[in-house]
């Protein structure tokens, strides 16, 4: 099934890549979070594209809050919004996601990224923030380096590993906006968006289930 989605400041709708289960809240959510961490051959994921070279630059919940707020005064004047959030999550898209988001599961957006940007210069974006569930960078950096040298063993990381699926996309994006020489920002939200319910609650969260982020919270992960 292909995403459709309509940027900020566009008229246009246009299909950006290939979804998966969308934000619905996944049924048998633990084995799901295995699973989604590999390909049939036992590689993680990420492993069948190419290991990004951007460093991404993050940026803080409170500073993207400020942004989303400064956006919602200014709804009748588009080319002032200027900011695109996209939610990485794949299965484990659960309990709402951050206001305005679009979602872009990072099992599929690498080959996505030339769209992506062609859209967000049209709408007159200036800054793209990923985000996934957590960040927890060092290790899943790590373990990309690991999987890649057969005499070295891969440590041990909770379920649903992924190298940090914002992260990742963040650095891929940025990636493809150096190749061509863009201007526009590619940067990754710290925390996830289970930092940003620890912070905020449901402020300025769309679709927020209590029930659902009492049991999220409570749980550790490498997303």
């Not at 872009?104 to 992506?116: G, I």
């Not at 990381?157 to 920002?185: E, F, H």
Request: with cysteine.
């Amino acid at each position: 099934m292909l995403m459709v989605t309509k940027l900020p400041g566009s008229d246009e709708t246009r299909q950006i890549g290939k979804a998966t289960s969308g934000c619905d809240i996944p049924s048998k959510a633990s084995e799901d979070a295995i699973v989604r961490g590999k390909r049939e051959d036992g590689t993680p994921w990420w492993a069948a594209f190419p290991e990004p070279t951007s460093t991404p630059v993050h940026i803080e919940p409170q500073t993207v809050l400020e942004l989303l707020e400064q956006q919602e005064h200014v709804d009748d004047m588009p080319q002032s919004r200027r900011l695109l959030l996209v939610d990485c999550r794949r299965t484990d898209c659960a309990g709402g996601t951050v206001s305005s988001s679009i979602n872009l599961p990072a099992h599929n957006f690498f080959p996505t990224r030339k769209s992506l940007y062609a859209l967000c210069k049209q709408a007159g974006i200036q800054k793209v923030v990923f985000y996934c569930g957590t960040v927890q960078s060092i290790l899943c950096s790590l373990n990309s380096y690991l999987y890649r040298r057969p005499s070295l063993t891969p440590m041990l990381l909770p379920p649903g590993s992924s190298a940090g699926r914002g992260p990742r996309c963040a650095a891929w994006m940025q990636d493809y906006i150096n190749d061509v020489g863009g201007d526009l920002q590619s940067q990754v939200m710290t925390g996830g968006i289970r930092g940003w319910v620890r912070m905020y609650g449901d402020r300025m969260v769309d679709g927020y289930d209590e029930k659902t982020w009492k049991q999220l919270l409570s749980e550790k992960s490498c997303t």
